[in-house]
């Protein structure tokens, strides 16, 4: 063969050589790429398996791939190739770009890069740690940090604490080391639900700390020694913001609490199961603001003695801010001492009357989160009578006039009857009869007012049924029209389909004495909005002397003696279907810029029942907001 021939023989075998390589279309440079595209999208599925198959090293692949998600709590991973592949015969290179979703801090992105080698007739991603990151190598490891900040206070008006850290003992059982009789020892020593302790634990890891309960101090030391003498408990002490006792205020602060799988939706995108967090009232409205969000990252360190070698990726702290509410400390301890010493559901709830601020909502006697005084929708009784009086002024009652209050009386073939005076002498007033709490003189007057008179009366002066804009669900109350006498008759004494809040009816003796009803607040600088129209003049002045009366001569004879010019109203509310029917007690005022309404549920009347509770908060709260 002569030489021009061997060079072209060269030439063709280059040119093949070539062609092989580009398939005039890059169809080798696609195969070689091919395995990066495999590898992000196994990594983005989270499949460890499918992740080292990819590689030339599947399994130290999987494991390091493996030991990356579990320490770095990485639920969700995008990996997407970026760029074009840079592609020689020995194989293809490039970058990835990684957006990991780090369980409780947030996106941590970053690029590294990786490179296919031959492997056989097909190609494989080369199998090094910096596949991971560019920075990891066979020495290192990742190590995940999470710092969760202090959480703030809940504030009252005047900027003091309501909430502030306490020592707590957060009691557990390891269900590894608990035996049988465990759950139900715990059940009898702490009140919890032994069952549902055991379930829970037995879904548990045997050496997992399963939450039972978080004590305070005061709580944890009578028990101590009996309940370390339980197989399997486990004591985790620490720091919680709490109210200053158990009781005090939880029904509208809340409390924090070992998330749930209901509290952590609520908690933000950052909260993460092992977290504590608000889990009712104002602490669970304001988790993120009261929480701040963690800080932390993702640090390179030693893989043997764990010593940092570098700081991949880090997340400042936000410091949680303050929750300031319109609550007054000094009218909320004087509330939660009036309501502690009963043994029936009580609830007393005080508002400042020129500005819908509530001052005090004290739910007892015993914990309780639910919040009665905002959602409690009840009968009202004879404390409704206020906007009913108002309505039959307004259709033209004089309340100097004689009016006869007869023990009891029929209204459409309907029986009513008076409940703390039996009758009044001849010649008393209509303003003495109100003060007296007579439902027959109310009654008697049905006929003068039309269906809809008391639901407009209810809301144009007295802001029944208006739409609240408050942090906690609360009720406005309900006054419907009425379509029969014998409907309107039970509605004009707070009964029939008459039902409000405790809240709504603190606001109704605030109008009277503002002469202007408001949408309630409970943070500063929120609502308190003025609501309807303000009470005419000559209304306002009439109710007012009326309330007064009520304690100076009337049904409100509990409250007498004490500072300031005091006004309320008494109800006694019926419900239920027994005979005698049930009741319960009801005492709605005001002294000075206070409005006040307070149920005792199931009570006798309102007098007896209410009227000592509202007593002892006017004797321990301040005169005046101030």
């Known amino acids: 063969m002569g030489r021009t021939t061997a060079l072209a023989a060269v030439g063709a075998i280059a040119i093949a050589t070539l062609a092989a390589c580009s398939d005039d279309g890059g169809g080798s440079d696609e195969a070689a790429a091919a395995p990066i595209e495999t590898l992000a999208q196994a990594w983005s599925a989270s499949d460890a398996a499918a992740f080292g198959a990819a590689t030339d090293a599947p399994e130290p692949a999987g494991e390091a791939f493996t030991a990356m998600t579990e320490e770095l709590l990485a639920p969700k991973t995008v990996v997407s190739p970026t760029g074009e592949p840079a592609c020689t015969d020995a194989g293809c290179t490039q970058t990835l770009s990684v957006a990991a979703t780090v369980d409780g801090l947030g996106e941590w992105s970053y690029e590294t890069e990786v490179t296919t080698v031959a492997a056989g007739d097909d190609w494989t991603v080369q199998w090094q740690p910096a596949v991971l990151h560019p920075e990891l190598t066979e020495q290192t490891a990742f190590e995940y940090r999470r710092t969760v900040p202090k959480r703030a206070p809940i504030l009252d008006r005047r900027g003091e604490q309501l909430t502030s850290y306490r020592d707590v003992y957060r009691i557990g059982v390891v269900p590894g080391k608990a035996k049988p009789s465990s759950y139900p020892a715990l059940a009898d020593l702490l009140g919890v639900d032994g069952d549902d302790l055991r379930d829970r634990a037995a879904a548990s890891e045997p050496d997992w700390f399963v939450d039972v ?16 003498q339980i197989p399997g408990v486990a004591v985790d002490p620490g720091r919680l913001p709490l109210t200053p006792t158990s009781e005090w205020g939880r029904a509208i602060l809340g409390t924090v609490a070992p998330a749930t799988a209901e509290t952590i939706r609520n908690a933000g995108p950052l909260a993460i199961d092992t977290d504590l967090v608000g889990s009712s009232g104002l602490q669970a409205a304001y988790e993120e603001q009261l929480a701040g969000s963690p800080g932390g990252g993702v640090a390179l360190v030693d893989a043997e003695s764990g010593a940092q070698r570098q700081q991949l990726w880090k997340v400042p702290t936000t410091y949680g801010k303050p929750v300031r509410t ?30 819908g601020e509530i001052l005090a909502d004290a739910n007892g006697p015993d914990i309780t989160w639910y919040n009665t005084g905002f959602v409690g929708e009840y009968p009202p009784g004879s404390t409704f009578k206020p906007v009913s009086v108002a309505a039959l002024i307004e259709s033209g009652q004089d ?11 029929v209204v459409d073939g309907k029986r009513f009857k008076n409940y703390e005076f039996t009758s009044l002498p001849a010649g008393s007033s209509f303003a003495d009869a109100i003060a007296a709490s007579c439902n027959t003189t109310v009654v008697n007057r049905a006929e003068r007012l039309g269906d809809d008179a008391l639901s407009q009366t209810a809301t144009q002066w007295f802001g029944v049924s208006a739409e609240w804009v408050l942090p906690l669900d609360a009720y406005s109350g309900s006054v419907p029209a009425n379509n029969s006498l014998v409907d309107k008759a039970a509605s004009m004494i707070g009964q029939g389909r008459v039902l409000m809040s405790p809240l709504g009816m603190a606001l109704v003796a605030a109008a009277v004495d503002s002469g202007q009803a408001r949408s309630p607040s409970l943070i500063v600088g929120e609502g308190g909005d003025p609501v309807g129209e303000p009470l005419p003049d000559a209304i306002a002045s009439d109710l007012r002397r ?27 509310a019926e419900y239920g279907t027994a005979d005698p029917p049930r009741t319960h007690g009801w005492m709605i005022g005001y002294r000075g810029d206070v409005a006040f309404a307070c149920l005792v549920v199931d009570g006798e009347g309102g007098n007896s029942d209410a009227g000592p509770i509202v007593r002892r908060f006017l004797e321990l709260a301040p005169a005046t907001v101030g």
């Open 213 to 228: 309960i978080t004590l305070r101090t005061s709580d944890y030391r009578p028990v101590r020694d009996r309940l370390l």
């Open 399 to 409: 309340v100097d006039e004689v009016a006869d209050c007869p023990s009891t009386t």
């Open 546 to 572: 009326i309330l007064r009366m009520v304690v100076t001569e009337g049904t409100a004879s509990s409250l007498r003696g004490l500072p300031g010019d005091v006004a309320a109203k008494t109800g006694t």
């Open 326 to 355: 319109t609550l007054d400390y000094r009218f909320q301890d004087a509330a939660e001492r009036a309501v502690a010493g009963q043994s029936k559901t009580t609830v007393l709830v005080a508002v400042n009357t020129r500005t």
